[in-house]
């Protein structure tokens, strides 16, 4: 098949990975993809040099294959009308120029004019006989509690309008399904659950350069952490929801106390000056260490210092670091926002709590800091349920039977 990817960005994040595991996957496989992007810019990094330099042998000849790359200007974050306009005739004559067999989009961006373009194109193909298949995945909703009723209404009705213009809609986790079909977008038969795919056996069996295995105690000096020291990690980007606030309100007195814990922030971000001003403020420049932005490739390094990896968010699709985190031996503590729920199973593998319980936090903290076999017996338990659920084979093989879908 040929396939097009659409996303709005491809930044370092959650989906974006999604996309490019995707894209690679199914390009090994023999399928002819494509990937169309908005510009890259910020702090938060991006996949682009991932994508494309990526090359596998092709099964049906002796040349290589490799994704198409489409940069679309006009397609940008922000609410833009004008943008909006330019970006959805863009992606038509795109579509138009490609003849894809399936227009895939990611975001909600991208979902909206992606799908939008993608249907308008597929009723002009379908009557020279070409079949075109329109699939949304949802990484996470556009709505929630943290915005103005009138921005929900917008973002609820413009995913009302967007589920009309396609076949099949893939859901990274169950809660997804539930949230949409409680607002009414879309119908119970056009969702599929197809859980979020990562490289499994990096996160498992993580190694240097020079195919070592990374050991806690060789990643903890080169972050300047002792082997006694007990690390709290979070990996996201310093951003609005992400809960760094959270950990520094519930775990300020705390970390003073205890000169061993140190927070470990893995990521980048638009706040990172603000959130490093406070943690000067409080006196904890020495508990809190930072990395800034680290390629993907070396998340499971980073993982590989922590003791238990806390994700504060308030808002998620299904976050990827905490399979990541369990992967990796890491037992975690989070949020129940979301699809959270579906990985961290609370005393199973890890604390689930309520958003910004911070007494609750606490006390898990403590609770993981003192019983060091339960974080054993976690992590384990974590590590077994993560193994074949999130694989990226998994993922892209699931994803053919929901285009066999569109399809028919």
């Known amino acids: 098949m040929r396939i097009l990817h659409i996303s709005t960005r491809l930044i370092l994040g959650g989906s974006q990975e999604n996309t490019v595991l995707s894209c690679e996957g199914q390009t090994r496989l023999g399928h002819d993809v494509h990937l169309a992007f908005g510009p890259i810019f910020g702090p938060e990094g991006s996949l682009f040099e991932r994508a494309d330099s990526f090359r596998c042998p092709d099964p049906h000849t002796p ?19 004008l943008k909006d306009l330019r970006c959805y005739f863009a992606l038509r004559s795109l579509i138009r120029d490609l003849k894809p067999d399936i227009v895939h989009t ?11 373009a993608a249907w308008t194109e597929a009723a002009r193909m379908k009557k020279t006989g070409h079949k075109l298949g329109v699939v949304h995945t949802i990484h996470g909703p556009p709505f929630h509690k943290f915005l103005k009723p009138r921005t929900n209404a917008i973002y ?35 969702y599929s659950t197809v859980y979020s795919g990562m490289e499994v056996e990096r996160y498992i069996d993580a190694r240097d350069a020079r195919g070592q295995p990374f050991t806690s105690v060789g990643v903890r ?18 951003a609005e929801l992400k809960g760094h606030d959270d950990l520094l309100d519930a775990l300020g007195t705390d970390l003073k106390a205890n000169p061993n814990w140190k927070l470990l922030w893995v990521g980048d971000g638009w706040w990172r000056d603000r959130l490093l001003k406070r943690v000067a403020e409080m006196g904890l420049a020495d508990r809190v260490v930072t990395t800034g932005l680290v390629p993907s490739e070396r998340v499971p390094e980073m993982m590989r210092a922590m ?3 806390a994700h504060p968010s308030y808002r998620e699709g299904l976050p990827r670091t905490v399979p990541q985190a369990l992967l990796c031996g890491v037992p975690v503590i989070a949020y129940d926002v979301d699809g959270t729920r579906e990985i961290c199973l609370d005393g199973q593998t890890g604390y689930l709590l309520q958003p910004r319980d911070l007494e609750g936090l606490r006390n898990a903290v403590k609770r993981m800091y003192d019983a060091p076999d339960d974080r054993t017996r976690m992590a384990n338990t974590g590590r077994e349920l993560c193994r074949v659920r999130f694989s990226a084979e998994t993922m892209v093989a699931e994803l053919e039977k929901v285009y066999a879908r569109a399809l028919a």
Do not use: W, Y
């Open 156 to 190: 609820i009705a413009s995913e009302k309008f967007a589920a009309r213009r396609c076949h099949t809609i893939v859901s990274v986790a169950n809660a997804m399904t539930e949230q949409f079909l409680a607002e009414k977008i879309g119908t119970p038969d056009q």
């Open 307 to 309: 003791d238990v990896l």
């Open 221 to 238: 000096d080169s972050l300047g952490l002792s082997p006694m020291d007990f690390v709290i990690g979070t990996v996201a980007r310093l």
């Open 63 to 81: 040349e290589e294959r490799r994704i198409g790359m489409h940069e679309v200007k006009s397609m940008v974050r922000e609410i833009n009308p």
């Open 106 to 116: 990611h975001s909600s961006k991208a979902g909206v004019l992606g799908r939008a």
